[in-house]
């Protein structure tokens, strides 16, 4: 038995959980957000057969996707701040970050 972690961006949330639905994949979903662009994040648990386990992640590599967007950095308080401090830079997000591990224990009630 495994646990998958996944965390991908909200914009990739609802059709992650809808292919979930389709391939009897049971998912715990948690709102959860980002350190690096406070932007809204979606945590999928899901507890899976080893033999099932590159299914689920083929399910997630098809439906997060990489995309580029603008961010605008957080001002500085610093007295020498540049005129660039606050300059829109594109940054690439999105995808997903996931986490397998092996579980001792599994249970249903």
Known sequence: MKMVIAIVQ????????????????RATRLATS???LRSGNTTFMVGI???RVA????IIKET?????????????????????ATTPMEVQV???TVFVQDIEQFHRF
């Open 94 to 96: 999105g995808g997903a």
């Open 10 to 25: 909200d914009k990739d949330a609802n059709k992650l959980g809808l292919e979930f639905v389709k391939a009897n994949v």
């Open 55 to 58: 299914e689920v992640l083929g």
């Open 64 to 84: 997060s996707h990489m995309r580029k967007q603008f961010m605008t950095p957080a001002v500085s308080l610093d007295v020498s701040m540049e005129s660039t």
């Open 34 to 36: 980002g350190g690096f």
């Open 49 to 51: 057969e080893d033999d």
